[in-house]
């Protein structure tokens, strides 16, 4: 019982020493500056400007990497509009590496009078300039919270971007109306394409059947005469509606 006890004890004693090394290991590297930091190195950016982020930044050329908060960072960092994410981490001996995941803008809307980013999560997320108009569709919502509720359909517009092999391609689309009932995709022909508020992988479905009518559009000559296209009818089915001729 006595050798028992000399063991636990030891034991205890052991682990109390680690402890106090791992303790005294991290007082020193805070409180020595053998590792300031001389360098801050991002990586993943595209749109956001490095220096915009340098501004931000929370922490001083020379600061001990080991008293840098990387959480502080972080939480600055993302403030940023353009910026979804940060991932920060010591890169010893002096520097502090930050990668960046950048917003990704599927179209623009308009709210209260104003342009705005938003990205296929339906999240509104930056002021946008009128000449983005030249770039993005724009959404016109029945109301705001919709482009929350039926986000899946932003979705299918990056995945229709992405893929990039599927027609309309995502570049020829101009307007998209999100109702309760209803999507409306317009496109730069003057295209109108209905499609029933539906989960992201029937929406899927309905974009490959789109697309087939589409091609058959082209072969035959017609997609200039084509007016409208509906997607919401039961089963495999769709109407196809075209241009009244104009009268001689």
Sequence with gaps: MFGLRRGWLKLVVGILG???FFLGGWLFLHRVNLFPLEEVRFEGLKRVSEAELRQILPVERGTNLFRVN???VKRVLERHPWVASVEVSRDL???LKIYVQEED???LVVLSGKL???DPRGKVFARAPRKALFDYPVVNVEKPSLLRKEADFLRLMAWVRDKDIYLPCYESFSQIYLGSDRIILYTKDGLRIRFDPEPLAQLKADYRRLDRIMTY???EGLYRKAAAIRLDYPGNTALLAYREEPKR
Excluded: N, R
Aim: proline fraction near 11%.
């Design 18 to 20: 680690l402890g106090v």
């Design 70 to 72: 990387l959480k502080e």
């Design 93 to 95: 001996p002096h520097t």
């Design 105 to 107: 803008p599927i179209a």
């Design 116 to 118: 705005y980013f938003v």
């Design 217 to 219: 559009l082209y072969q």
